[in-house]
């Protein structure tokens, strides 16, 4: 399966894995791995010159060196019934996909678990060279879910048990109560939390902003709650701005216990740059 984002995957905290710097990526960097020669280019560093190879060919070449990768990439994908509504799955898998095929490509652990009102699925961190196909048959084969409810505390607990450090991304359209974040989260009162977080808000376009409606009821149905309630369209600009004012309740929240967020609805044709903007805004806050 061909990833369909590319996405630049940097941790904002330094990694606190024992073997950081142990592992060579596939990208050329700033590393310690040597990659090859090349011939000079005006603005290399003359540092990196090989005297020992222009005395051999006559001609200067610098030493290029894969770039140091060292950070465990914990993907957190909600499978619960709501995000099987429109098309909120089918975004959640491509950009699982697309994160985990950035981080093995650079040679950094990537892990998966799927989780709904309790982890259905754990797939610990590995770079090992089968572990995108583990992954990709994992949500392919996502098992049906019976759980109406988003609980985020199991899956958190499971990641902080097993894991003493990671990056993690949480995928999920938050449909659930937040306030019990606080308790499960290292990253608020930590400058360089061991389980650095973010959160990927993956929206249908009718829970983002309600539009192409007629007056009149509308009947809506909480997937999760099973709860109905009938909307008067009369209303409709109310609605859309209680959505507003909700997700803007879930940022908070979330930005609340240090997990950074991007809002992505399901129709938006720049996800590649949102998520983007979002690793790189966190970047230029680096400490």
Not at 192 to 197: L, V
Request: proline share 5%; charged share 25%; net charge positive.
């Amino acid at each position: 399966m061909k990833p369909p984002y590319r996405f630049d995957v940097l941790p904002k905290h330094p990694p606190r894995n024992d073997m950081a710097g142990d592992w060579a990526g596939l990208d050329k960097g700033t590393g310690y791995e040597f990659w090859g020669l090349r011939k000079y280019l005006p603005g290399d560093s003359w540092s990196r010159i090989d005297w020992k190879a222009c005395a051999r060919s006559g001609e200067l070449h610098v030493r290029e060196f894969l770039k140091d990768s060292a950070y465990n990439l914990m993907l957190l994908c909600d499978i619960s019934r709501s995000m099987h509504f429109g098309n909120k799955f089918g975004l959640a898998k491509d950009l699982t996909v697309s994160l985990a095929h950035a981080a093995l490509r650079s040679n950094n652990p990537c892990g998966l678990l799927l989780f709904a009102d309790k982890v259905l699925t754990w797939i610990p961190p590995s770079a090992a060279p089968r572990q995108f196909h583990h992954i990709v048959s994992a949500l392919q084969q996502a098992p049906s879910t019976k759980n109406r409810k988003t609980q985020l505390a199991p899956p958190l607990k499971l990641v902080m048990k097993r894991l003493s450090s990671c990056f993690g991304v949480i995928i999920s359209d938050f449909h659930t109560d937040l306030s019990s974040l606080k308790s499960l989260m290292d990253a608020a009162d930590q400058r360089f939390p061991a389980h650095e977080m973010v959160a990927l808000h993956v929206l249908e376009d009718s829970e983002y902003h309600l539009t192409g409606v007629k007056d009149g009821l509308l009947t809506l149905q909480d997937m999760e709650s099973g709860q109905q309630m009938a909307l008067d369209l009369s209303g409709l600009q109310e609605f859309n701005t209680l959505l507003r004012l909700k997700r803007e309740r879930t940022a908070r929240a979330l930005a609340g216990v240090g997990v950074d967020s991007a809002v992505l609805p399901t129709s938006a044709t720049d996800i590649q740059a949102r998520v983007n903007t979002l690793l790189a805004r966190r970047l230029a806050a680096r400490v």
